[in-house]
């Protein structure tokens, strides 16, 4: 009867130990700071830098580096990383928001000048596309929300007139949303993060989708985004002027000015 105690004491015992391993897995501490830093757009910071129609986004955190889109070239990509001091060599991973040119079309020569990052797309990419990445590195399919790096992961694929998947960042400020251009809609994209994750939205930047919008929708939007919990925006690229004027009226000091060259650090 002891010796049957004492096996049932140890197995709770295992249990209680696996247990607490698991739950401090799934509430490992992210990174306390990111660096986002926007290397392609068409809104310009720093008007040292090209700058033209497209996207990208590159997110530092002390163990990992992200890229995210890669904008409508190659060689303006790698033009302003080397104005900023970013190296090629050093991104993990890229992840590809949708199959639209200025967001995919600077990958090639990234993986030409010797980056072998994970590439993270979407079914909805083109077999030319995935060839082109194959000849260089392994492309990893995306349909759930998907874990990149500590901290760093995708909302998935989001439905929409064009399937989308948003960057996730997640830092002691809370969780910031990356959109590519956001053709499923802004706040889907962020409504999709806080349900993959359970977490706040804090900060969302990157295109909005909203140039040929209406005052009345893109202040709806900003309603939506609020009562979401969004405290700052940096609405860039295909978000229009409009939308940028409305943006900075309504979140004030939480409003970012977004261009190529910009720098956001996220974090206390
Ligand atoms: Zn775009
Ligand atoms: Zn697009």
Redesign the pocket.
Known sequence: MITLCRRAALATTIFVLATTVLVACRTAAPPATATLTILYDNYVHDPTLESGWGFACLVETAGSTVLFDTGASGESLLKNMAALGKDPLAVDAVVLS?A?D??TAGLAALLAAGARPKVYLLSSFGSDYLRMVRTYTEPVLVAKPTEIAPGISTTGRVTGP?PEQALVVRTAEGLTVVT??A?PGVVKMVQQAIDATGQQVTLVLGGFHLADATEAHIKDIIDQLRELGVKRAGPSH?SGDQARALFEASFDDGYIALGVGQVVVVGP
């Open positions: 949708h639209h200025d967001h064009v590519g251009c053709h295909c």
